[in-house]
């Protein structure tokens, strides 16, 4: 399919790319190393502004261009769903540092790995359709990669829950009261609901494989 060249779409895209990729090593950091909190809080703050600021620019360049690398719902629906990641991995952030958790767990670390791979694939698949590579097995395998790492998501969300709900895990960190059961079953439904965007973007990347090539 022609792809006008001059367009900066891919470009752009590919920068939001990176900074999902990004945001998710910033994520996996903090859940390794606690003292990271702080200066990692600060930087998925300004992550989160900086793809903000991708989003209004790409959706300005929609309005703005006549001729379009892809539809433009199509090119919306990445955009905002890339800025989703992000958004989702600032605010889970944001809720270890106002539920003053004190230290991460296996569960929180296991979700920040599957994140991180995720994030990977994200980027790739981006890459390749600047690359004009949609045809490519290579392509499908991240839209398949990615539904992958949500079903693992999905399976380490309920054993979580259930050694949360169920056993009273004296791994949550806090004790085993109520008000931090809560606080971990909140943050635990922020990072499966962000492999589930991801998962989303791997979606649409197979509509665009069948749309495109």
């Known amino acids: 399919m022609f792809f006008p060249r001059k367009s900066k779409i891919f470009d ?12 998710a090593q910033v994520f996996q950091k903090i859940t390794l190393d606690w003292k990271q909190l702080k200066g990692g809080s600060s930087a998925l703050q300004m992550l989160e502004r900086r793809a903000d600021e991708l989003v209004h620019t790409i959706t300005d360049d929609i309005e703005k261009t006549f001729i379009l690398p892809l539809d433009k719902e199509d090119i919306a629906e990445l955009t905002e769903s890339l800025d989703d990641v992000v958004d989702n991995l600032e605010e889970a952030v944001s809720r270890l540092n106002i539920y003053k958790i004190a230290k991460a767990n296996d569960a929180l670390e296991d979700f920040s790995e599957l994140i991180k791979q995720a994030a990977v694939e994200i980027h790739k698949g981006i890459l390749m359709i600047k690359e004009r590579k949609m045809a490519s097995e290579d392509f499908a395998s991240c839209g398949k990669m ?10 380490l969300h309920r054993n ?37 965007k991801c998962d989303n973007i791997g979606k649409l990347f197979a509509r665009l494989r069948i749309k495109y090539i």
């Open 12 to 23: 752009e895209l590919l920068k939001q790319s990176s900074i999902v990729k990004e945001a």
């Open 146 to 155: 990615l539904r992958d790492l949500e079903s693992q998501g999905d399976k």
């Open 160 to 196: 979580t829950l259930e050694k949360l709900m169920g056993n009273h895990s004296s791994s949550f960190i806090n004790g085993n009261d109520y008000l931090s059961i809560l606080k971990w079953k909140e943050l635990f439904q922020i990072l499966e609901d962000t492999l589930d």
